[in-house]
């Protein structure tokens, strides 16, 4: 019997795709952030809590981004809880687990410079505001102005993070998501929060979740 063999060619470029769909997804489920990325008690974990093998690992694969911090379980997540020295733990009501906020927007932006991934962050649109989601943006990209960007300074990061890309809410359609919208409910939703996100920063890219429906669709545009 004869076989046939493929080869392989690296170099032959044929056309080039954006790198950003080749980014990856991390939420707090499971072991994918604590005990995963982030485990500060672990021999192999750095002084900031990542895991080492981690990071060498998708900065090998070359990450182009990183979209946190859901998933569902953001629809019920206070940003606010998870930044500064005292963070209380609360309930995680997608998941039905604890979540301690030891790992939140301060760290999310740690390990992005780590593994050299741009940061995409994923709004509560569920049971948040449209002021939150805009405190968030300001928290991360104003230099000095307003309470947030102040805060984010008092926090020991007098740089802003100058976040590009930002998602308003997750699957907002879906009855199993905290604060599921109607159509009419979501186009609502995402022209406040896109409103006021843009007008703490103009310059940032906004998305939000489309669905194989018309109605959803139209309301949505």
């Known amino acids: 019997m004869s076989t046939?063999?493929?080869?392989?060619?690296?170099?032959?470029?044929?056309?080039r795709r954006d790198e950003r769909i080749y980014g990856h997804f991390l939420e707090h489920f499971h072991r994918q952030v604590y005990?995963?990325?982030?485990?500060?008690?672990?021999?192999?974990?750095?002084a900031n809590g990542f895991r080492t093998d981690v990071v060498e690992a998708l900065r090998a694969i070359r990450t182009p981004v990183i979209r946190w911090p859901g998933g569902c379980f953001v629809s019920s997540h206070h940003w606010k809880d998870a930044i500064g020295p005292k963070r209380e733990a609360t309930f995680d009501k997608a998941w039905r687990v604890e979540e301690?906020?030891?790992?939140?927007?301060?760290?999310?932006?740690?390990?992005?410079?780590?593994?050299?991934?741009?940061p995409?962050?994923?709004?509560?649109?569920?049971?948040?505001?449209?002021?939150?989601m805009s405190d968030w943006v300001e928290y991360c990209n104003l230099e000095r102005e307003g309470k947030?960007?102040?805060?984010?300074?008092?926090?020991?990061?007098?740089?802003?993070?100058?976040?590009?890309?930002w998602s308003i809410g997750n699957e907002n359609y879906g009855r199993w998501e905290m604060g599921a919208k109607s159509a009419g409910e979501w186009g609502r939703t995402v022209l406040e929060a896109a409103k006021m996100m843009k007008r703490v920063d103009p310059g940032i890219e906004i998305?939000?979740?489309s669905l194989a429906d018309l109605d959803w669709n139209l309301s949505l545009l």
């Open 35 to 46: 005990g995963g990325i982030f485990d500060p008690g672990s021999a192999l974990a750095d």
């Open 207 to 209: 998305f939000a979740a």
């Open 148 to 165: 947030w960007a102040r805060q984010r300074i008092a926090n020991g990061h007098p740089d802003p993070y100058r976040v590009r890309f």
């Open 120 to 132: 995409y962050i994923c709004t509560n649109a569920g049971t948040g505001s449209a002021e939150e």
């Open 4 to 15: 046939l063999t493929i080869r392989i060619d690296p170099d032959r470029i044929i056309g």
């Open 100 to 118: 301690p906020n030891t790992f939140g927007t301060d760290e999310f932006m740690g390990f992005c410079a780590a593994v050299g991934a741009a």
